[in-house]
């Protein structure tokens, strides 16, 4: 199983990022795909979560309306696009998901929200 993110970056207050996380090795279209975040000093956090065909999505009551989770099967890629981005909302991100019971993580992507 591999997971790679992409998109991060250094972005104003209000602004926008959309991150990528191309998969691999694991039938892609079977899995929940989950978005984590680290911040400085802090713990990992959950920050959206979307079912393997893509019906459900849930998210963090912190980024609700502001964050959306989506996928493309067909090119084994989950997305997050970010708006109205705070400075809060910086932090390390990675892509995750669930695999014969051990969880797989990316190496992460910084996302800064600062003027």
């Known amino acids: 199983v591999q997971l790679v993110e992409s998109g991060g970056g250094l972005v104003q207050p209000g602004g926008s990022l959309r991150l990528s996380c191309a998969a691999s090795?694991?039938?892609?279209?079977?899995?929940?795909m989950s978005w984590y975040r680290q911040a400085p000093g802090k713990g990992r956090e959950s920050v959206a979560t979307?079912?393997?065909?893509?019906?459900?999505?849930g998210y963090a009551n912190s980024v609700k309306g502001r964050f959306t989770i989506s996928r493309d099967n067909a090119k084994n890629m989950v997305y997050l696009q970010m708006n109205s981005l705070k400075p809060e909302d910086t932090a390390v991100y990675y892509c995750?998901?669930?695999?014969?019971?051990?969880?797989?993580w990316g190496p992460g992507t910084q996302v800064t929200v600062s003027s």
């Open positions: 090795g694991f039938t892609f279209s079977r899995n929940v």
């Open positions: 979307i079912t393997g065909t893509g019906d459900s999505k």
């Open positions: 995750n998901t669930i695999y014969a019971n051990l969880n797989y």
